[in-house]
């Protein structure tokens, strides 16, 4: 099985040690032997919100065991980990109590931000209540958002990352477009409401893809994934309108372990 990036420098640090207990090695590397460490940031696609099984002490957060920084923890098993990704996190949450763990240890971060900010779930009230001009409007203001303001946001979340946790190579994760076009739906928003609604999620990602880009991060497309897994798609990893209505546009468990883990272990 290919390792991944990360799991190659951890297999690096093993090495290094076996040299120096042998005398192989005058010096290990600073960074192999200290940064091995993953941190998981982010919001309800990253806190897991959607796929169950939720860590009790996590409160409304909204752990699950489910969500793809588990998974991934689960089959890596870093030096240490910590996930602090939260259910309905904006840039601020994270800048404000969200980068605590990060460190010089650090080796991987992941993170899905920026959806909140945007008013995701504002926008998908209003196109699920309101009708067809209601949500083509709320799409609209939301884009406006995306391509003006949030750019500021994520640089300074990004630049906090880079600084408190230099030595770590950061993953950020995007969101999938939630409706297949053309589907399997007979009732629920119109074609074209579904069609702005994806091509906000195309805007988001773009935006978040070149912010993470100049600061050097590594940006994770998971509509790669999810690709025949969208609403009205016959077989979507992704929760319609749902009660608990905080589960409704989220991934499922399927839509974390076939949508988000693949990509994330391919871009660690």
């Avoid at 980068?99 to 240890?105: H, R």
């Avoid at 799409?139 to 994520?154: I, N, S």
Wanted: glycine letters at 12%; a negative charge.
């Amino acid at each position: 099985m290919k390792l991944s990036r990360f799991a190659a420098i951890t297999s690096a640090f093993s090495l290094t040690s076996v040299l120096a207990l042998t005398g192989a090695s005058a010096a290990a590397s600073p960074q192999l032997t200290e940064a091995t460490g993953y941190v998981a940031l982010g919001d309800s696609y990253s806190s897991g919100v959607g796929a169950g099984s939720y860590d009790s002490s996590s409160g409304s957060c909204k752990r699950s065991t489910k969500a793809y920084p588990m998974l991934w923890k689960a089959a890596n098993t870093p030096s240490s980990f910590s996930f602090t990704a939260c259910s309905g996190a904006r840039t601020g949450d994270v800048l404000n109590g969200q980068l605590g763990p990060l460190g010089s240890s650090t080796g991987l971060v992941s993170i899905t931000i920026g959806g909140n900010d945007a008013g995701f779930a504002d926008t998908m009230t209003t196109c699920a209540l309101q009708g067809e001009s209601a949500c083509l409007a709320r799409v609209a203001e939301a884009v406006e958002y995306v391509d003006t303001v949030l750019p500021g946001k994520l640089d300074t979340v990004y630049s906090a990352i880079s600084a408190k946790a230099p030595a770590a190579h950061v993953v950020v994760l995007g969101y999938p477009r939630f409706y297949k076009l053309g589907g399997s739906c007979a009732a629920g928003l119109s074609e074209k409401s579904r069609a702005a609604i994806n091509g906000a999620a195309d805007e988001i990602n773009g935006v978040t893809a070149k912010r993470a880009a100049d600061h050097g991060f590594t940006f994770a497309d998971v509509n790669t994934t999810f690709a025949g897994h969208e609403l009205c798609s016959g077989s979507p990893w992704l929760h319609s309108v749902t009660f608990p209505i905080e589960n409704s546009y989220h991934p499922t468990a399927a839509g974390q372990s076939g949508g988000y883990l693949p990509v994330f272990d391919s871009a660690a």
